[in-house]
């Protein structure tokens, strides 16, 4: 089951080091524009490639999926899951909402 986060929940995970990944499907010239600094770039239109780049030791793993505004994010979380992932969030309103709160990004 792939769950929801919201972008409040996120940064008190990231201000308190929690151990999570945080996966940006957005393209290169969304990422270029602004993106989460604590984020790894992974665009859905090459996400079956990207993903490949996950190792097992990530299954483990909290993953959290954010794109602009949320759609995206859920398709990418969608097949991480079908790969065997396992404790997986889709952002709730993309870096749209965290910009919105006044968070920083890069």
Known sequence: MIGSMTVQELKEKLDKGEELLLIDCREQNEWDESHIEAA???PLSNFDEE???LEE???EKVIVC???SG???LTAAMKL???GFETLFNLEG???AWLEA???TK
Request: proline share 4%.
């Open 40 to 42: 790894e770039f992974m």
């Open 51 to 53: 993903m490949k780049k």
């Open 57 to 59: 030791t990530n299954k």
């Open 66 to 68: 954010q794109c602009r």
């Open 71 to 73: 759609r995206r994010s």
């Open 81 to 83: 899951q079908d790969e």
């Open 94 to 96: 993309g870096i749209l």
């Open 102 to 104: 006044g968070y920083p």
